[in-house]
């Protein structure tokens, strides 16, 4: 995968602790950084598909009502 260098300003106690963070773990501060970027975004994209998987419970009588449920494997009784 190609890398991209992105130049960051944090405080010096900021900077401390990651460097501090990434020497406890055996990696660079580069990985450390890098791995805690995508831990973040993976549990984004989590809640999201649980924020929406909540929503669809909540609203499903109410877009049943409006279009129907059809759904893989059969119809359900409603409008077609």
Not at 3 to 17: C, I, P, S, W, Y
Not at 61 to 77: I, K, N
Request: glycine share 10%.
């Amino acid at each position: 995968m190609a890398k991209t260098q992105l130049n960051v300003r944090v405080d010096e106690g900021t900077a401390r602790a990651a460097r501090e963070r990434a020497t406890a773990r055996g990696m660079s501060v580069n990985r450390y950084i890098e791995e805690l970027v995508r831990r973040d975004a993976g549990e984004v994209g989590h809640t999201f598909v649980e924020a929406a998987s909540d929503f669809m419970k909540q609203y499903e009588a109410l877009f049943v009502e409006e279009f129907g449920a059809e759904r893989e494997g059969g119809t359900h009784e409603g409008r077609r």
